[in-house]
Structures are given as C-alpha cells and as structure tokens.
C-alpha cells in the first residue's frame, strides 16, 4: 500500500512540478518578487481557511472515516456532524472576511496595498472549501488515492491556466484573485469526479442537525485550528520582517524558496494523509508502531536523500526554469531549506502518532513550540545573515523540535512492547 501511494503521488507531483513551472515563470516575469511575496501572504490566509472551513477536523475526519468506512450508521452521524461544523464555520469565516476586509488588509497585505476586495471575495468561497475539506477527507480516509491524484491533477491544470490568464491580465491583482477562486475549481472537480464515492459513503437523505461525533472531533479542532493559525500567521510575520529589516525583493526570494520546498515536499506529503494517519490509528502496540515507522524510513529516506541532492545540485537551474535571473539571489538559501525539511519529514513520519492517537497536548505543544522556535531564531538570525538567517532559523528549528518528539515519543520506540 505504502509503495502503491507513493508511486500514485510522485505521478501527481510531477505533473504539479511541470504547472508549477508555468505558473511560476508567469508570475516571475509579470508580476517580480514583490508580487510573488503577496501572493504568499494570500496562499497563508486561504492555508489557514481551508482548515478552518470544517473546524480544523479533517485529520479527525480521515481517523474515523478509516475506522468506520464499512458502518454506514457511523458515518451518516460522522458527516452530519461534519456539515454542521462546516455551515459554522463558513458563516463565522464570513461576517469577519466581508465585514473586517480593511483591518485584514492592513494586516496582511499593508496599508499601502488594497486588496479589500480580495477577502470578500473570499467570504463567499468559504462553503466550497468546507465541501472540499469533507470530501478530500472521504478519500483519504478510504485510501482513494486514485481518485485523489484525479481530483488533484483536475485543480492543478484548471488553476494554473486561470492564474497565468488573470495575471496577464491583470497583474498582481489578477494572481490574487485567481487563487482565492481555487477552492472553487476544487470542488467542481469533486462533481465532476467523486458523485460515485461519495454517493457510497455519505447518504444526503440521511444528514441531519446530528452533533453525534462532536466531542471526538472537537479535540482535533482544537489540535489543528490553533496550529495552522500561528503557522501561517508566523509566516507572513516573517515575510514582513524581512521586508524591514532586508528587503521587499528579499520576502518575494524566500517565498519563492518556500514554494519550491512545498513542491519537491510533495512528494512525500500525500503519504502522512493517505498512508501514515490511517495506518498509526489501527496500531496499538509499541512493536507494532516501531516496525512501521522503520519500514516507512527504509522505503523513503533513501528517496528523498538523494531527490534533495539533485534538487541541491541543479539549484541555479531550477532557478532560471521556475523563475527569472533577478532570483538567482535565492541560490543560498537551498543548502540550509533542503536540510531543514530533510529533518522535518523524519520528524513528522513519527509526529504523526499525536494525530493517530489524538495525543492533543503533544501535538499542539510541539507544533507551536516549532513556529516559535522558528520566528525567534529568524529574528535572531535575520540582523547576521540576512533572508539566510530564515532558512538557518528552518533548519535549527526542526532539529530542536525531532530531539523534543523523540523525547517525548522514547517508551514507543525503547523497552518491551506495550499498548499505546
């Protein structure tokens, strides 16, 4: 199963990487790094509503999905549960998006910059994307990854021929504006392709007001709304730090290296959903939890040793097909993002087991210890080394926090086997 995932998703990824490509030249050539540093500040704020559109429960939602995908009582109580969470939190989202759309304008994008159109547009878009986040969660959960990679691929072409067209045409507001109208492409993709699956799993004649699974996914709302919250906000606080203390051209540079990071990290992600979470939930022994976490890193680490040297070794390459000249300025940040996430994926393949067990306070404790390790080392490191100190702060960041998982994981992985 773990081979079948990772071979479906590195399919997936590299179609992704080759639309990356023209979405990120277009951008690079039309709107510069200052431009590309908003539409980073923009991808936080959509980041952090797609969690929030169901809650914060779609981990959740894949654990009991698994367990529970052939007890079709179950899974009417789990969905009906789901949907209410979701018509919450789309009216929630939308009185503060359309009614606070010039104070988070400020906040986001600066004073210089309005972009208050963009948050009421994204207002209405909250409901698709609670829809997306239930349905991408039924695949998950079911271990579609078929259906998975067509819904993705479906997205990918779709969105990046809007987000090239709109940003010909209209610039940085063009690009802004295209990718709040993702989620929307997304779940025209679910119509197109999922009427068959989900009709097999969720009964629409038999969702009620049902708050059954409430108490059960509430701990993962709790889990997963205050994490990607102080995420994302880290990261446009960061983007901003280096436009004070470095430059504006500088925050577009590091964000253009994140997104590089989050595309060649593509190829292991769909494996934490699809794979590891289900698997981690029906584990219940401590023998059992170490021989899964060796077969993972046997299987993979190798893989993504030597993709991360590659991607080291034609760095400036990769530069000038994804982007322009004006960023080979960001050649000196791989060396320190590429060991950085090296660390982070060995640390989140055994992170998971807080999800899979719902070991609340130790996700969210070593999750936020994470961000702020992270923002009080870029701070530090920013007024030595420049947009360098950031990914320095990413690398040392995610050493601390594997040493603080591993500490807190060792009676899985050390004496006699035991129940977790």
Do not use: C
Request: charged share 15%.
């Amino acid at each position: 199963m773990l081979l079948k995932v990772t071979s479906a998703n590195t399919m997936l990824v590299l179609v992704r990487m080759g639309f990356s490509l023209i979405s990120q030249k277009a951008l690079a050539i039309l709107i510069g790094a200052d431009g590309i540093a908003q539409v980073g500040n923009l991808k936080n704020i959509v980041s952090f509503f797609e969690q929030f559109s169901v809650l914060g429960t779609s981990n959740g939602l894949i654990k009991y999905i698994s367990e529970y995908k052939d007890d079709k009582k179950q899974l009417s109580h789990l969905f009906s549960t789901a949907f209410v969470f979701a018509a919450f939190a789309s009216i929630f989202s939308f009185i503060i998006l359309f009614f606070l759309s010039d104070v988070l304008n400020g906040l986001v994008f600066g004073i210089d910059n309005d972009y208050v159109y963009i948050f009421k547009i994204l207002s209405f878009i909250i409901p698709f994307m609670g829809i997306n986040a239930i349905l991408n969660s039924l695949l998950n959960g079911v271990s579609a990854y078929k259906l998975f990679s067509k819904v993705n691929l479906f997205t990918i072409v779709v969105s990046t021929i809007i987000i090239v067209s709109f940003t010909f045409k209209k610039g940085t507001n063009g690009s802004l504006l295209a990718i709040s109208l993702v989620p929307l492409i997304q779940f025209f993709g679910y119509l197109l392709m999922l009427s068959k699956k989900y009709k097999k799993h969720i009964n629409l004649t038999k969702l009620s007001y049902n708050l059954y699974f409430k108490n059960k996914l509430m701990s993962y709302s709790f889990m997963t709304v205050i994490v990607i919250l102080f995420i994302n906000i880290s990261e446009v606080a960061i983007r901003r730090l280096i436009e004070d203390k470095v430059s504006v051209l500088d925050a577009g540079y590091w964000t253009a290296m994140t997104s590089v990071s989050k595309t060649y990290m593509q190829f292991s992600a769909a494996i934490f959903p699809l794979y590891i979470l289900p698997k981690y939930a029906k584990i219940n022994d401590t023998f059992g939890f170490r021989r899964e976490v060796k077969k993972i890193y046997k299987m993979l680490l190798p893989l993504i040793v030597i993709g991360m040297f590659l991607v080291f070794l034609f760095r400036d390459l990769i530069i000038n097909v994804l982007y322009t000249e004006e960023f080979l300025s960001m050649s000196g940040l791989f060396k320190w993002q590429l060991m950085g996430d090296l660390i982070k994926f060995s640390a989140i393949v055994i992170s998971y087991q807080f999800l899979a067990k719902k070991q609340i306070i130790n996700f969210v404790f070593t999750e936020i210890l994470s961000v702020l390790l992270f923002y009080g080392f870029s701070v530090y490191f920013v007024d030595y080394y420049g947009t360098e100190g950031i990914v320095i702060a990413h690398f040392v960041r995610y050493v601390l926090y594997f040493l603080v998982v591993l500490y807190i994981l060792r009676h899985s992985f050390i004496g006699q086997n035991k129940l977790l």
